[in-house]
């Protein structure tokens, strides 16, 4: 039972563009959401997160929404940058953040010059 | 921030042998945690390590297997026993700081 999922493996954008990730979630009890992105052989890499409370957090290019009701959350990436090129990962947390993550399955963003 | 290290980097290791993974993280953190990521999946919470207490298994997992140690507050280690081919995965250390949970860089096991 997939709990977190993003059904998009793949994205690919021009530079410049905005770009927008998805993930749906089914277990109501998710209340702090964060986004990672991962390079390569490196391990993944905190982007931003955002609490149940609110339906908006906003870093610089990034910034993730939150709807409850969906159960859905997004990031969008503006401008997107060569350098966004990466996977990134949706992972929901319950119990107000305890560190036991629950991840989706990636998504592969790449942007192009 | 905190800065997490792992070794080794990659293995490459027989059937039926075991395999110790060392994570060394630059702060003194209360919650590590191991992950596994199996090729074209995502990443799967193994074990929570807290210092001075025993490991919490999740579903599916189980000490006899992945026996974890968590010796100090910078430190720990995950074992990968008798392995199989289907415990090739690459294996990362997380730890919680400041509210944020931060990972290692992986250590990509291939089991033959």
């Known amino acids: 039972d997939q709990q977190v999922k993003q059904n998009s493996p793949s994205l690919s954008v021009q530079e410049g563009r905005i770009s927008i990730l998805n993930c749906d979630y089914t277990?109501?009890?998710?209340?702090?959401f964060l986004w990672y992105k991962k390079y390569p052989a490196e391990g993944p890499t905190f982007l931003i997160s955002i609490s149940s409370i609110k339906d908006k957090n906003e870093d610089g290019r990034f910034t993730v929404f939150l709807n409850k009701s969906a159960k859905h959350l997004s990031l969008h990436i503006v401008p997107s940058q060569p350098g966004d090129s990466a996977v990134y990962f949706c992972?929901?947390?319950?119990?107000?953040?305890?560190?036991?993550?629950?991840f989706g399955q990636g998504t592969t963003l790449q942007v192009k010059p | 921030s905190a800065v997490i290290s792992q070794k080794p980097s990659r293995d490459i290791c027989q059937r039926g042998t075991s395999l110790t993974i060392q994570c060394q993280v630059d702060s003194q953190v209360t919650m590590m945690f191991w992950y596994r990521q199996q090729p074209g999946q995502s990443l799967t919470l193994i074990a929570t390590?807290?210092?001075?207490?025993?490991?919490?298994?999740e579903s599916g997992f189980v000490i006899d297997k992945f026996p974890i140690s968590r010796p100090n507050l910078t430190f720990s280690t995950l074992t990968v026993s008798n392995m199989s081919p289907e415990d090739s995965s690459i294996y990362l250390c997380s730890a919680r700081l400041g509210g944020e949970q931060y990972f290692g860089p992986g250590t990509r096991l291939t089991v033959t």
């Open positions: 277990n109501s009890m998710f209340d702090y």
């Open positions: 390590a807290n210092q001075g207490s025993e490991a919490t298994y």
């Open positions: 992972a929901a947390s319950g119990a107000s953040n305890t560190g036991k993550l629950i």
